[in-house]
């Protein structure tokens, strides 16, 4: 095993870090995959070999999120961001409207596309306060002839999270995970789907996953083109068409780490304790470091915060650089500091982060 000493400390929002073992294994099987003299790349996704990557990543998922038997788990393309259109295509009839709770940048996203598709409606909006909270559960409104409620767990760029969900009775929840899937237990049986881009906390960009009730599944508008209904990738095991194979096999890789590092309860632990240092830091510093997340509604994946100056930001971005820290910006539509901290970043690099900002805080205060 080489070591860890030439790596980053990784804060990239996405795509992101990758466990060093997960890597390491994908290298020692890349021109080799089991005996079979080329890597999982160059192979016939009809192919044995393929097939039992594929299986056994859908088979560790449901182990690792417990998801019911009456859910299907399906692997799609063109990102969270195609599912923002795909949903209200198979879910949004006519004479019915889709509920969409605001609360950062990604659900305004998945409001547009579905406005274009149908009629929609905000059943609680977060924009007031700059979407530093998440809407209390009691806040949110549901209408009539609601198609779906549609959240996002994660606010990615203004860096909030959902602690509890809503019990919609009746109304199909959706949830784009995108941002902090498998980063917690969550109780699957309370959404009628769940959708995630890979590559913040599942593995490499370009694989979609897609958790969906089957019962929900079936209400689905049929009259859609092959690539945009849901029970085209349902009905073929997400092999109609070639997936992306080597994403998926590596998504493999990353599961099983989730699973020897003790699963979701090990690592909510560990991603509590990360948060924790930095938050802690933030809240330490008597207003040296503003945090924008009101307390209750932090993201324990992505820690945003400001310094008082945009002088004193670009010198702490610089100095953090400088020290080997990456992708501690803030997103370029809001600014300030924003560090990732998903479930590959190991407790030492916000250890680090930690005394960064203490000593730049001493320095600098
Ligand atoms: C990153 C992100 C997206 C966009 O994902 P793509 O795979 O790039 O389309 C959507 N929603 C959330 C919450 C995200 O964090």
Redesign the pocket.
């Given at each position: 095993m080489s070591t860890s000493t030439n790596r980053a400390h990784n804060f990239n929002a996405?795509p992101s870090a990758l466990p060093l073992s997960v890597l390491q294994k994908a290298q020692s099987e890349l021109l080799d995959f089991g005996g079979a003299g080329m890597s999982i790349m160059e192979m016939s996704h009809r192919g044995k070999e393929y097939e039992a990557v594929h299986n056994q990543t859908i088979v560790l998922l449901r182990e690792l999120m417990a998801i019911p038997e009456d859910y299907d788990v399906l692997f799609l393309q063109g990102?969270?961001?195609l599912q923002f259109a795909m949903i209200p295509l198979n879910f949004l009839p006519a004479g019915k409207k889709a509920a969409y709770v605001t609360t950062g940048a990604?659900s305004e996203k998945a409001l547009d596309e579905a406005k274009k598709l149908g009629e929609t409606y905000e059943a609680a909006s977060a924009k007031a306060g700059k979407f530093s909270s998440i809407p209390a559960l009691a806040e949110l409104q549901l209408q009539p002839d609601t198609a779906y409620l549609h959240l996002?767990s994660?606010n990615?760029i203004f860096g909030t999270q959902w602690r509890e969900f809503p019990d919609t009775g009746d109304v199909p929840l959706i949830a784009?995970m995108?941002?902090d899937i498998l980063s917690r237990p969550v109780d699957v049986s309370k959404f009628s789907m769940i959708y995630a881009?890979a590559?913040?906390n599942l593995g490499p960009a370009g694989v979609?996953l897609v958790i969906i009730k089957k019962s929900f599944l079936a209400t689905a508008n049929p009259q859609l083109p092959t690539m945009l209904k849901y029970g085209t990738f349902a009905k073929e095991n997400s092999l109609y068409n070639t997936p992306p194979t080597f994403g998926i096999y590596l998504m493999g890789l990353v599961l099983d780490w989730v699973k020897q590092q003790g699963g979701l309860a090990a690592i909510t632990a560990r991603n509590e304790a990360k948060a924790a240092l930095v938050y802690d830091a933030i809240d330490a510093s008597n207003g040296f470091y503003k945090g924008h997340a009101v307390p209750a509604a932090r993201s324990r994946m992505n820690i945003t915060f400001t310094l008082a100056t945009e002088e004193l930001e670009k010198k702490f971005l610089a100095e953090a650089k400088q020290a080997g820290f990456v992708g501690l910006a803030g997103h370029r539509s809001v600014g300030g500091c924003r560090a990732s901290a998903y479930n590959a970043v190991p407790l030492e690099s916000c250890q680090a982060l930690r005394d960064l900002m203490l000593k730049f805080q001493k320095e600098n205060g």
């Open positions: 996405g990102g969270a961001s990604w996002t994660n990615t784009d995108s941002s881009g590559q913040k979609t």
